[in-house]
């Protein structure tokens, strides 16, 4: 296993266009998490899943953003008619439990010109 | 969420020692402390936690006060790949919110 994979590693798009990220986890870990990290900021927590179940959604999260663990395994990030104000590194962890630590991805940089 | 305090920013030379101080005074009976760091253009990395205990492992060794209200992580030897901010995150095991809440962290810089 090669630990949490992300993709793509950057995107470029244009205001108002949808994009989708995707996130491999640890095959043996059940929960997923999605993080945002603007410049100088650390990450800020987006939702969470435990298998495929979304057990929890920030209030970042608006209703532009929809994110998917459709069989337990991978996810997928959608936003929908992006922002300037949605260019950030967005990053994935997955973890196999409370009692262990997460295990990050290298992120997905979203620039929206 | 308990609420953190580290210094924004922290010096050491390379071959030394390094705390990293963290704050954390409004911490409940059932969190954890975890540590994370991030390098430059990296996902953060699980560094250590702990509940009461002292707590070691190859990367770092974790000392928590008596009163839980702060912690210390300790780099016994520090190399410029340990060049990175540091996190400290209480976290919840029992019940509730389970996503990590990161605050700004302290910019560890290593001088050769």
């Known amino acids: 296993d090669t630990g949490v994979s992300q993709d793509p590693r950057h995107k470029i798009t244009k205001r108002g266009q949808n994009v989708t990220f995707r996130c491999d986890p640890i095959?043996?870990?059940?929960?997923l998490y999605w993080y945002r990290q603007t410049l100088g900021q650390g990450p800020e927590f987006l939702t969470y899943?435990?298998?495929?179940?979304?057990?929890?959604k920030s209030r970042l999260l608006s209703d532009r953003f929809s994110a998917e663990r459709p069989k337990g395994s991978f996810s997928t990030l959608e936003i929908q008619r992006t922002e300037q104000g949605d260019s950030a590194m967005y990053l994935c962890a997955s973890s196999s439990g409370r009692g262990h630590g997460y295990t990050f991805g290298s992120g997905t940089r979203l620039t929206v010109v | 969420d308990a609420k953190t305090t580290q210094p924004n920013s922290m010096e050491s030379n390379e071959e030394e020692p390094v705390h990293l101080p963290c704050n954390h005074s409004?911490?409940?009976?059932?969190?954890?402390i975890h540590w994370y760091r991030q390098l430059p253009s990296q996902g953060p990395e699980y560094v250590i936690h702990g509940l009461t205990s002292n707590v070691n492992n190859r990367m770092a060794s974790l000392a928590i006060a008596e009163d839980r209200k702060s912690s210390t992580l300790i780099l016994h030897r520090a190399t410029l790949r340990d060049a990175a901010v540091y996190y400290c995150i209480p976290r919840t095991i029992g019940g509730g919110a389970d996503g990590l809440t990161f605050g700004k962290g302290t910019h560890l810089i290593i001088q050769p």
């Open positions: 409004t911490i409940s009976g059932t969190d954890y």
């Open positions: 095959s043996e870990h059940n929960r």
């Open positions: 899943f435990q298998n495929e179940a979304q057990l929890e």
